[in-house]
């Protein structure tokens, strides 16, 4: 028996309780993890709240990612003894996820745990973090240097977006921060931001073409911010789009494109291939600075992930949500 959040679905429906589950039950896969860390993202969230339909399978144990020792592996790729993180691949949708104990997962689905970090550390920087990563090295393979001009990220409190900020920082970007948390200015600039702005600036309907701003962009939020954010993109600019969290909507016009050349690139964590997963996670060994995931991420015990959850979801989390699954 192992220690997990289940969601369920019944007629009244749904329900989300810490319970405790036969590893008989654990989904097919030919790798067995113990697991030591497990995080909240924001899809996590919407799985446990039920705010969206993120859960396809029922019963299901969420969490989109993990890190852990191998128990048991018949995958050639992997030996008892190994550390391992998991970031994607449906598990928390479609698969039993990390909030959990145990896993049972596809040896194909893993990489190996990055000897900069800890196990902790890496799921301080979890599937956000990761996310992140994927944005700047998009960025940065598209030709943006810091001599282009200023960066903006937008939902920058958020998890992809401390990291996003960390680490263009450290690459010398001049990064400007965007948040609805004017309290968090002095943290973004712990950080690494040079200026804060409220999102309210980009979060209303705004004109289709505006005063070129951003060399570049890394956008967690989407709908109108994503929007506003393209509109103020220089020429040659480059726009990561990565998240939802204001709406799936992109009420924009194709004037940004074909009149300054922006480009948008859409960052897919999920199914990304694992030699992109491999180098995102070599850029946050090599540009991340470990201490800074103190700041960055708050510590919960399985126990207390399904209240944080809730808050993650209105908004009233900053930074990471680290789930020791063990307490």
């Known amino acids: 028996m192992f220690a997990a959040i289940q969601i369920d679905k019944t007629d009244a429906g749904q329900t989300v309780s810490v319970t405790q589950i036969d590893e008989a039950s654990l989904p097919e896969g030919d790798v067995t993890i113990d697991v030591a ?18 859960v396809r399978k029922f019963p299901m144990v969420p969490g989109i990612d993990l890190v852990g020792t191998v128990r048991e592996s018949s995958n050639a790729d992997w030996k008892a003894g190994d550390t391992v993180v998991l970031n994607g691949w449906g598990v928390g949708e479609t698969h039993w996820g990390g909030l959990g104990q145990v896993a049972r997962l596809k040896g194909e689905w893993l990489v190996p745990l990055p000897a900069a970090f800890t196990p902790k550390q890496a799921m301080a ?19 943006v240097t810091p001599d282009k001009g200023d960066v903006l990220v937008t939902g920058a409190t958020g998890g992809v977006g401390s990291v996003a900020v960390a680490l263009l920082a450290k690459l010398g970007f001049t990064v400007v921060a965007a948040t609805g948390k004017a309290s968090e200015g002095e943290y973004l600039k712990q950080l690494g931001a040079s200026a804060v702005i ?4 980009l979060s209303a309907p705004g004109k289709p073409f505006q005063k070129e701003r951003w060399a570049a962009v890394i956008d967690s939020v989407g709908s109108h911010t994503l929007a ?3 509109a103020a993109t220089k020429y040659g600019g480059v726009v990561a789009a990565c998240g939802l969290a204001q709406g799936a909507d992109f009420p924009s016009s194709v004037m940004p494109f074909i009149l300054r050349g922006v ?3 859409g960052i897919d964590s ?7 997963r491999l180098r995102a996670w070599e850029r946050l060994a090599r540009d991340l600075d ?6 960055i991420a708050t510590e919960v015990g399985l126990g207390d992930a399904i209240e944080a959850a809730g808050a993650l ?3 009233k989390v900053r930074g990471r949500v680290l789930v020791d699954v063990n307490r």
Do not use: Q
């Open 290 to 295: 470990p201490a800074l995931l103190e700041t």
């Open 37 to 54: 860390y497990s995080t909240l993202n924001y899809k996590d969230g919407l799985a446990i709240t039920g705010k969206g339909p993120v």
């Open 125 to 143: 920087i979890g599937t956000a973090g990761y996310t992140a990563a994927l944005c700047v090295e998009a960025i940065v393979a598209a030709g």
């Open 198 to 201: 409220d999102r309210a600036d």
């Open 263 to 265: 480009s948008l690139l």
């Open 313 to 315: 979801i209105d908004g």
């Open 228 to 230: 506003n954010a393209v």
């Open 270 to 276: 999920v199914m990304a291939p694992k030699a992109k």
